[in-house]
């Protein structure tokens, strides 16, 4: 099989595993920047096209970098309308992007989620605080990615503070419940199909409320009890994702969701449960490859 990693560089950890997972099993796998590819939009003969060549593969695992969503997912669509399988489909991809449309399809879902406000310009600041209960609460910028522009207000008056300072900059902002008992852990699940294949528990580093790893949290292997387990493989189909990175806090009312990421890396998990993800993804390929279709045909 010929598998394509739409990557922006062959060295980065979860570009580099895909390699090695899908050669050890005999496919041939070649990473393409999607930022050089362009594309020939036609009714008949559509193609992606890097440096002239015409670009053709069996399938696809996208690895589109959050501030390159637009351009990326379209050339994924590309891919798609020429009946090439995606790991992940271009829309549901571009719809977990959306942090404000991807809680809203998980609450239509009856998926546990934090108390979330939303809003972008409003001076009834009282009133989208009193929307998650009041201080203490988290503060997010809507197209914030792995904890920037996250702000933990811990009284009402440093709410409205942080509240008003994003409104000067015209920001979207989303306002959430500040789930205490988590005790500044959550759990990064990783779903492949329909099913969790691997899962870590992330601490904040001591001062830190984000667990994030890239602000210096640390990381354990974790055990899902059965709802966390339904919760995190339900948040992903809601996204419409086959291969998922779900983060889940565990409060006094049960799991609630995060975050769904289309484009989870894979450094921190392999490391840290000694699961070959990359290689669960490669048979997730193998599995669900028909070539010539694709389930969506690239529609949305």
Do not use: W
């Amino acid at each position: 099989m010929k598998i394509g990693v739409l990557s922006r560089s062959s060295k980065l950890y979860s570009t580099k595993r895909l390699i090695e997972a899908g050669k050890e099993r005999g496919h041939k796998v070649r990473v393409v920047d999607y930022l050089r590819c362009y594309m020939n939009i036609t009714s008949h003969r559509p193609k992606v096209l890097l440096v002239g060549e015409s670009l053709t593969f069996d399938a696809i695992i996208p690895r589109i970098g959050a501030s390159k969503t637009f351009y990326g997912t379209a050339v994924v669509r590309q891919f798609e309308m020429m009946g090439v399988f995606s790991a992940n489909e271009s829309q549901a991809i571009s719809r977990s992007r959306d942090k404000l449309r991807s809680l809203q399809l998980l609450s239509r879902d009856g998926i546990g989620l934090p108390v979330t406000g939303f809003a972008n310009y409003t001076k009834d600041t009282e009133g989208l605080i009193n929307v998650v209960g009041g201080a203490p609460l988290v503060i997010k910028l809507l197209e914030g990615t792995q904890g920037i522009g996250v702000v933990l207000a811990e009284t009402k008056k440093a709410a409205e503070s942080v509240i008003g300072a994003f409104r000067g900059l015209n920001a979207n902002i989303l306002v959430q419940e500040f789930i205490k008992e988590s005790g500044g852990s959550d759990i990064r699940a990783f779903v492949i199909g329909n099913k969790v294949v691997a899962a870590m528990r992330r601490t904040a580093a001591p001062g830190e409320f984000r667990s994030n790893l890239h602000r210096g949290g640390t990381a354990e292997k974790a055990k899902l009890t059965p709802e966390e387990r339904t919760t995190v493989v339900r948040a992903s189909k809601a996204m419409g994702l086959n291969v998922a990175g779900v983060d889940i806090l565990r409060s006094n009312h049960g799991p609630v969701v995060l975050e769904v990421n289309s484009s989870p890396g894979l450094e921190g998990i392999e490391k840290t449960t000694g699961v070959d993800v990359a290689g669960k993804i490669i048979e997730f390929l193998e599995k669900n490859t028909e070539h010539g279709k694709t389930k969506t045909k690239g529609t949305g």
